[in-house]
């Protein structure tokens, strides 16, 4: 995926995962277009009548957690055993609200790197998350290629 890649939102961290899941990945769309935006069942991105029409879990953090975790998880990791392509999602303040999300881009020498949109990077390091962020709590998911 293209960390340089046209943001299509402010923030656009979760449209970049997402984007990243569906099409580096192959991993299908659920929902037609149809669902109502704040589905937890629906999570798909086609153009609409201005532009592109949406899932909130297309593009919120916090409702692709949720999705990622209801539909798609095939398991849950750490840091010890993260692989690339991971999706990772952060609590920035440990207050318990999901604040962004990206993907592992790349581990060398037991180092695991992003890639995100907001701030754009493709291999921005974890450790440098976390050493800005004292209170910041992450989850790994390991989402299933054929899930549905």
């Known amino acids: 995926m293209n960390a340089d890649a046209k943001h299509l939102y402010e923030p656009d961290c979760t449209n970049f995962v997402s984007r990243a899941v569906h099409l580096g ?14 589905s937890t069942d629906a999570w798909w991105r086609y153009p609409g009548i ?9 593009i919120n953090a916090a409702y692709f957690k949720t999705f990622v975790y209801d539909h798609m998880l095939s398991s849950k990791r750490t840091t010890s055993n993260a692989y690339v392509g991971d ?11 999901i604040d962004h999300s990206s993907f592992i881009s790349k581990i060398s020498n037991g180092k ?13 390091s974890l450790a440098k998350q976390k050493s800005l962020y004292p209170k910041l709590k992450i989850w790994i998911y390991r989402i299933k290629p054929e899930w549905h």
Do not use: M, P
């Open 50 to 58: 201005w532009g592109h029409d949406e899932t909130l879990s297309w």
């Open 112 to 124: 695991i790197y992003v890639a995100q949109h907001s701030s754009d990077y493709a291999y921005r």
């Open 25 to 38: 990945g192959g991993v299908k769309k659920k929902g037609d277009g149809s669902e109502w935006y704040r």
């Open 87 to 97: 999706v990772i999602f952060y609590d920035w303040t440990g207050d318990g609200d």
